[in-house]
């Protein structure tokens, strides 16, 4: 039987084929569908992961995260450096570290902090050590940079160079897994003093994604010899766009998150709540283009139906000829089942890994883009679906081979319906 089967299909190798390469296309869609959105809702969490609470000027919650958490360029509002001399002095908080942008460098964005957020959030260094002087900078794993070499940013993607300002590479982190790997990371009275902030500095908005910024920020201040500072007091600080802050208890982190929440001029969020609203959006079109999937499928199956049956009946004369030879019913109705569900069944297995290689593919360009890894992992689930399909392909396959089950082989060699 297996071997009439192989020779059957080797005889239709085009049509086989192809109704493989139809079925494996319309898996391939829903299975990468389905591990793309796991993918980014991993990813997007364990890259979170390391900021327990966010307090920034009220505006949007989302964008607050994205520019954060994932580094993305935009306008965000200042938060008053009071703040920040507050959350330093509050003993519900373990550490608060400031975030300052606004400046790239060959597409890296330079972020401006505290040698107590990398201490707190990195894993170690892969070579050198952390900035000690304002002049100085910590790369992340995926910059393209040396140790030693000079670094002159520009504000904003592609604005004007601060020509005056110039930071040395003296350590390189090990990989996070974030968007913090794309980062180079200088001290945040750096980019105070590049950028002419002073206490109290008032802009409305910190714009690091601004094109066009001719205004003199005067650099008179910024000195790469000068030893840091990194202690808060009020009415000394400057404004800053973002402050991540560490609570000292779960508790606490709730406390916080509300008082922060209801005073005025600041917003307190937790990363990954915000997250979760992303991805209930983001479930809402998974589920529209799983749909889109499920529906291709579905029509892959009812043309393959009609291919099978028309199949069967200019199979007429041969599948007499067997029965007329002495093959009983049964063997010809698991003649054509296995025929049509090995078709199938290869046809799945071929779309899982065109979806999973797809998925592969997709998640490394956003690695790449964004810094951040999406990881593709292949559950339980996915495996249960696909024996679901297979069941109904299973179920599917029977009805071409009942047809050909209850031919007469007398009528079938004359031609006969």
């Known amino acids: ?70 580094l993305q360029p935009a306008a965000l509002p200042l938060v008053p450096g009071e703040v920040l001399a507050g959350l330093q002095d509050d003993p519900r908080v373990a550490w608060a570290a400031p975030v300052g942008f606004g400046d790239f460098h060959r597409g890296h964005p330079v972020v401006g902090t ?42 904003g993607e592609i604005g004007h160079d601060h020509d005056e300002v110039r930071y040395r590479v003296v350590g390189r982190l090990e990989p996070t897994g974030t968007p913090w790997d794309r980062a180079i990371l200088v001290p945040i009275q750096a980019v105070w003093h590049v950028h002419g902030m002073e206490a109290g500095h008032g802009e409305e908005a910190h714009d690091h994604a601004e094109e066009d910024h001719d205004h003199d ?21 400057p404004d800053v766009p973002a402050i ?16 922060y929440r209801v005073e005025e ?31 291709a499928q579905g029509l892959v199956a009812a043309a393959l139906l009609l291919v099978t049956i028309t199949h069967v009946g200019q199979r007429r004369r041969q599948i007499g000829a067997l029965r007329a030879l002495g093959a009983p019913r049964g063997a010809i109705f698991a003649l054509v089942w296995s025929e049509l569900f090995a078709l199938i069944a290869c046809g799945v297995a071929l779309g899982l ?33 696909l024996g679901l399909l297979l069941a109904a392909a299973a179920l599917l396959a029977a009805l071409p081979a009942w047809m050909a089950y209850r031919q007469s082989p007398v009528a079938s060699l004359r031609g006969q319906a």
């Open 1 to 70: 039987m297996l071997r009439f089967i192989l020779a059957d299909l080797g005889r239709l190798k085009a049509g086989s084929f192809v109704v493989v390469l139809l079925i494996a296309l319309a898996v391939a869609l829903g299975t990468g569908v389905t591990l793309q959105e796991r993918a980014l809702r991993l990813g997007s969490a364990r890259a979170a992961d390391r900021f327990d609470l966010v307090i920034g000027a009220p505006g949007s919650e989302t964008q607050l995260v994205l520019s954060t958490v994932f």
């Open 114 to 155: 505290t040698t107590r957020l990398i201490a707190e959030t990195a894993p170690g260094f892969a070579g050198g050590r952390m900035f000690a002087a304002e002049g100085e900078a910590v790369i992340g794993a995926r910059v393209d940079l040396a140790l030693g070499d000079g670094i002159t940013p520009t504000h």
């Open 217 to 237: 920020h005067g650099h008179a201040g910024f000195d790469p010899d000068a030893p840091l500072a990194e202690d808060w007091h009020d009415g000394e600080t």
């Open 244 to 259: 991540l802050v560490k609570p000292a208890s779960i508790a606490d982190a709730y406390r916080l998150r509300q008082d």
């Open 265 to 295: 001029g600041t917003l307190a969020i937790f990363p990954a709540e915000v997250l979760t609203n992303l991805y209930g959006t983001l479930g809402d079109a998974r589920q529209v283009l799983a749909a889109v999937a499920a529906a």
């Open 353 to 385: 890994v065109l979806g999973w290689l797809a998925a592969r593919l997709l998640s490394r360009m956003i690695a790449d883009r964004q810094g951040f890894d999406l990881p593709v992992e292949l559950a339980a689930a996915d495996f249960a679906g």
